[in-house]
């Protein structure tokens, strides 16, 4: 399968642990997304990677939340002293960069990592 | 800032019948996407239209974007049970960026 994985599928956790997801891209996708959805909601975007540098954050992401991707490969979503709040499902998507400004591309999401903090 | 809203928020439909999915921006729109999602799984991409006046058709989902570029219809024609799920609609934030905003979705259930 060439789509977007990500690991785990689920995730239980307590309140004040640490967490970290992981997201492998479609291969020669140069763009990852970290969106978060909660119930009845779209998705809302967190950040987002272009090769290795990470050149959006939104203001959703509190400092708790760290997100890498080292070697334009991968990427992982670290989450520090989980929260109840932070329960919600943790999506990735890859893309390829538009060539022109202003145009997108199609972004291609994985399954998903379901976080329940408890 | 741009907000997306779709409408109907649900829908039951017996199996044969046709239905329209909308999604209305407050801003023009620039890369408009629908996706479809089962109940705690991910988006599977339909289509993206760019140009205004733009319809794709893939099986029997057909997706319109209108002149203006600030609003879209996802019509299904004939729906099958595997049609169900959750429509989310999704558009270009904007900037070079790439990331999408999303609409709350529109559940369909059919009818066998």
């Known amino acids: 399968d060439t789509g977007v994985s990500q690991d785990p599928r689920h995730k239980i956790t307590k309140r004040g642990q640490n967490v970290t997801f992981r997201c492998d891209p479609i291969?020669?996708?140069?763009?990852l997304y970290w969106y978060r959805q909660t119930l009845g909601q779209g998705p809302e975007f967190l950040t987002y990677?272009?090769?290795?540098?990470?050149?959006?954050k939104s203001r959703l992401l509190s400092d708790r939340f760290s997100a890498e991707r080292p070697k334009g490969s991968f990427s992982t979503l670290e989450i520090q002293r989980t929260e109840q709040g932070d329960s919600a499902m943790y999506l990735c998507?890859?893309?390829?960069?538009?060539?022109?400004?202003?145009?997108?591309?199609?972004?291609?999401f994985g399954p998903g990592t379901r976080l329940t903090v408890l | 800032s741009q907000e997306l809203e779709q409408s109907p928020q649900s829908l039951i439909v017996q199996e044969g019948k046709n239905l329209t999915i909308n999604c209305t921006s407050s801003?023009?729109?620039?890369?408009l996407y629908w996706y479809k999602q089962k109940y705690g799984e991910g988006l599977i991409f339909l289509m993206m239209?760019?140009?205004?006046?733009e319809e794709k058709s893939h099986e029997k989902i057909t997706a319109k974007l209108d002149e203006k570029k600030q609003q879209s219809s996802l019509h299904i024609t004939a729906s099958q049970p595997s049609h169900a799920g959750i429509y989310l609609c999704?558009?270009?934030?904007?900037?070079?960026?790439?990331?999408?905003?999303f609409g709350k979705g529109t559940k369909l259930s059919v009818k066998p």
């Open positions: 999704g558009a270009g934030a904007g900037g070079s960026q790439g990331n999408l905003i």
């Open positions: 291969s020669e996708h140069n763009r």
């Open positions: 998507a890859s893309s390829l960069r538009a060539r022109t400004a202003g145009n997108y591309n199609e972004q291609f």
């Open positions: 801003k023009t729109l620039y890369g």
């Open positions: 990677f272009q090769n290795e540098a990470q050149l959006e």
């Open positions: 239209l760019q140009k205004g006046g």
